[in-house]
Each structure stands twice: as structure tokens, then as C-alpha cells.
């Protein structure tokens, strides 16, 4: 298994652990879960780590998550030490590299801490009311629909609708929709952008008690549609959109921020191969010379980190707006 792989397990044991939930006896608060030569890994250690791999590790068993991560650990703590006694901390590209690290965890908590700051509250519910203001109605229907593999079959169907069958009836018969066999095809209230683009262009075309006359094609098959009712729909309240104002008043920020740095700094850029822009560019490196090492990430200051690493800033699970 890649050490990517292993990783990605790691962040299942955000999701309240099975192997901590099966134990009985009242556990620390945050236990040691492994000692390496007398250095301490504690179960936050593993839960930090969790917290920054991407989703699809939900998807693995709990335990296998757990020990897989430990197991990772371990090994690297094993490395870490051997590393330490050979004198590694001590050479000038360990210490460069430590300080760019440093950078980037340093910018992380400045800008965390800056946004806790000014995205307030009183700002949250100021961006909402603008958004009240500023977008525009969205309307629903309430529909069914009636699912076939062909069009002749959504036809026949059609034609049994013209002679006064009940639609409800015909999809719990008819459709192929498994959900619309026991529910007789009702979908709910949506709104257009919901369904896919054929669906909702004839959905949304029809009134209050109507139904297609056509057969609808679409990736799935062949729907008849039938819409129930139709209405305007509610905004989302503050609380449900309170996450996308908070992540969008602190990008403004950020870019806000980050043009203030920029202004007050000296800033001197070059080309690749460190000569002034508008000089000759130096000669390619031959595809036989030794590839060298990977520079590390530059920072994202616009509110996302690149894939996989810790970027500047990433706008943190931990950080909410102050009251």
C-alpha cells in the first residue's frame, strides 16, 4: 500500500471511531496509543493527521483505518529517530526545509486567526440580507414521473393517461424506477436546476395538474411526467447558508490582506532560472542531467490549499466567525 493510500484511511477516525467506541472501561481523555523509545503518540496525534485527508477514506472500516494510521506512524517515528542520530537535523537542507515548513504553518495560523477576527456575526448576517435582496426567485414544482426503457412503452402509457388512469397507479405498475414503484413516482418538490437539463426544461413547461404528451428522453430512459403543483420557493435561511457566507466573507478577506502585504512589501520576481525578467532565458537542463529536488508547494493565498498539502491559508473546520 502507498504511503498516499495509507493516509487517506487515517480519516475515518473523524467519524467516531468503532474501536472507540467498543471499549468499555473510561478511557483518558486523549490516551497514548503508542510508545516508540519512550516518544509518546497520543490518539490526537492520529486524529490531527485525520483531519487533513480527503473523504473517500469514510468509506473504509474503522479499524482498519485506526491501524493502519498508527502503523504509519510508527514507521515514520522509527525513521525520525535513526534520522535524529545520524545528526540529519544539523544539515542546511534539513533547517531550509524545517523554515519553509514553518512558513507555511505560520501563515496558516495568522490568517485562522485573522479571519476569526473580522468575519463576525453582525458581517454574516449583513452578507444575507444582501443576498435576500439581490437573488432572484427560485421556483418548484411537486412532480411524478413514470419511467420506461422505451419510447413506445412511454407512449402506451401516455395514451392510458389521455383514458383517465390514475398516474400514481401506472407508475407503481409501470416504472422502472424502484423508488417509483412503492411511491408512485412522486420526486418531491425541486427546483430546475436539481434534475438534469431534458427532464427540467419539460417539468418545469407544465401546469398544475398537467402531464407530458410526449415521451421525455433522457440518460435514464423515457419519462412521462406528471407536476402535482408549483411554487415559489423559500431562500435557504441564515443558518443553512451561514457555511458558504462564512467561506466566501473570508476569501474576500484574504484577498483583501493579501493585496495590503503586497503593497507595503518589496517584492522581486524572476524568471525559472533566477535571471531578471527580460533577459535571455538560460538553456534548457539536458534530459540527461540528475533530476533535482521537488521545490515545495508555494503557498494558495487565495482561501484553497493545492491538493494534498497544507497550503495558506485553508479556511479550517475550527475556524467560526466571532459573536
Do not use: C
Not at 479571519?115 to 437573488?135: C, G, N, P, R
Amino acid at each position: 500500500m502507498t504511503l498516499r493510500a495509507l493516509l487517506t484511511l487515517a480519516l475515518m477516525l473523524l467519524a467516531a471511531p468503532a474501536w472507540a467506541q467498543a471499549a468499555k472501561p473510561a478511557a483518558p481523555a486523549d490516551p497514548v496509543v503508542a510508545r516508540i523509545n519512550g516518544f509518546e503518540i497520543h490518539r490526537s496525534d492520529i486524529e490531527e493527521a485525520a483531519r487533513n485527508l480527503p473523504p473517500q477514506a469514510r468509506q473504509q472500516p474503522a479499524d482498519k483505518i485506526y491501524g493502519a494510521l498508527l502503523n504509519q506512524m510508527v514507521g515514520t517515528t522509527l525513521v525520525a529517530q535513526a534520522a535524529r542520530r545520524a545528526k540529519f537535523q544539523d544539515q542546511p537542507e534539513m533547517k531550509r526545509k524545517l523554515a519553509l515548513i514553518q512558513d507555511q504553518v505560520l501563515a496558516q495560523l495568522y490568517i485562522d486567526q485573522l479571519i476569526q477576527k473580522d468575519v463576525t456575526e453582525a458581517k454574516l448576517k449583513a452578507a444575507y440580507e444582501k443576498y435576500l435582496k439581490t437573488a432572484p426567485p427560485r421556483e418548484e414544482v411537486n412532480a411524478r414521473h413514470i419511467l420506461l426503457t422505451n419510447e413506445a412503452d412511454a407512449k402506451a402509457v401516455i395514451e392510458q393517461l389521455k383514458k383517465g388512469a390514475d398516474f400514481a397507479t401506472l407508475a407503481k405498475e409501470k416504472t422502472t424506477d424502484p423508488a417509483g414503484k412503492t411511491s408512485g413516482g412522486d420526486l418531491g418538490w425541486f427546483t430546475k436546476d436539481q434534475m438534469v437539463p431534458e427532464f427540467a426544461d419539460a417539468a418545469f413547461k407544465l401546469k398544475k395538474g398537467e402531464f407530458t404528451e410526449t415521451p421525455v428522453k433522457t440518460q435514464f430512459g423515457w419519462h412521462v411526467i406528471k407536476v402535482e403543483d408549483r411554487r415559489v420557493a423559500k431562500p435557504p435561511s441564515f443558518e443553512e447558508l451561514k457555511p458558504q457566507l462564512t467561506n466566501q466573507l473570508a476569501r474576500e478577506f484574504v484577498a483583501q490582506k493579501m493585496n495590503e502585504l503586497k503593497t507595503a512589501a518589496k517584492i522581486e520576481l524572476y524568471n525559472g532560472d533566477g535571471s531578471k525578467p527580460g533577459a535571455p532565458a538560460a538553456a534548457a537542463p539536458s534530459a540527461k542531467a540528475a533530476p533535482s529536488a521537488k521545490a515545495a508547494p508555494a503557498p494558495n493565498l487565495e482561501g484553497e490549499a493545492a491538493p494534498g498539502q497544507p497550503g495558506v491559508p485553508v479556511l479550517s473546520p475550527a475556524t467560526k466567525p466571532k459573536d
